[in-house]
């Protein structure tokens, strides 16, 4: 069983509109989780990193939020833009472990105008 | 330089065919990182390396994977008698010292293998 996992494992969008993306992750302890956003045919880019004790944390029209407790974190995408689309990647980095990062499947956005 | 350069972008290999990649870090990174993509599904880690010595390499398939980083170069991954099942996009990624700890990677664009 993956050690994390994201849902849905695509999804398409009309432009415009809001989604979220979920991660549920059983990673313990880690240090931090971190989404990154993979355009197609190119490495993936980091756009939010969260420590174990953050809650949430933005950057621009991407939210990402931690829930510790349920060991879940979600990516909330407002007012989705066409250049959205892409792959979305959960990232945890488990406090052992020699910088090993575990990766997530990703979720496929499709903005559409 | 300013981001991590990889190369070739695309790379094809009869089955049995050595393959070799390569990877400029950063400037100033001292961890490089080697994932597998398979099919845009999840990165598989391969192995990393502090400057130029081999930091953690349980995800090497040693039989037939082998990867340096050697001063004044570009690091390199190569794969000896290639499978179908190394198809793939290989992607490198560096780390400052100071947030390697933190997951924060720096991708290169990758290299596509075929393998044919």
């Known amino acids: 069983k993956n050690q994390v996992e994201q849902s849905p494992q695509s999804l398409i969008i009309l432009e415009g509109k809001n989604c979220t993306l979920q991660c549920n992750y059983t990673v313990s302890p880690f240090s931090n989780l971190r989404w990154y956003k993979q355009d197609t045919g190119r490495g993936p880019v980091s756009l939010t990193i969260?420590?174990?004790?953050?809650n949430t944390k933005s950057n621009g029209r991407y939210t990402a939020t931690l829930d510790a407790d349920t060991k879940q974190s979600s990516l909330h995408i407002t007012a989705s833009q066409l250049s959205d689309s892409a792959s979305y990647i959960c990232v945890v980095s488990p406090i052992t472990g020699g910088f090993k990062t575990i990766f997530g499947a990703g979720t496929r956005l499709f903005v559409k105008a | 330089g300013e981001e991590v350069a990889q190369t070739p972008k695309h790379l094809v290999r009869g089955e049995g065919q050595k393959a070799k990649l390569y990877c400029a870090p950063i400037k100033g990174h001292s961890y490089v990182f080697w994932y597998q993509q398979v099919l845009k599904n999840e990165f598989k880690f391969l192995i990393s390396f502090q400057n130029e010595n081999v930091f953690d390499e349980t995800g090497m398939p040693k039989e037939r994977f082998s990867a340096k980083c050697l001063p004044n170069s570009p690091c390199s991954l190569e794969i000896q008698a290639t499978k179908l099942e190394d198809s793939a996009v290989y992607f490198c990624?560096?780390?400052?010292?100071?947030?390697?700890?933190?997951?924060?990677?720096?991708f290169g664009e990758g290299s596509r293998l075929t393998v044919l």
């Open positions: 969260m420590t174990f004790s953050e």
């Open positions: 990624a560096s780390s400052h010292y100071r947030t390697a700890g933190t997951g924060e990677l720096f």
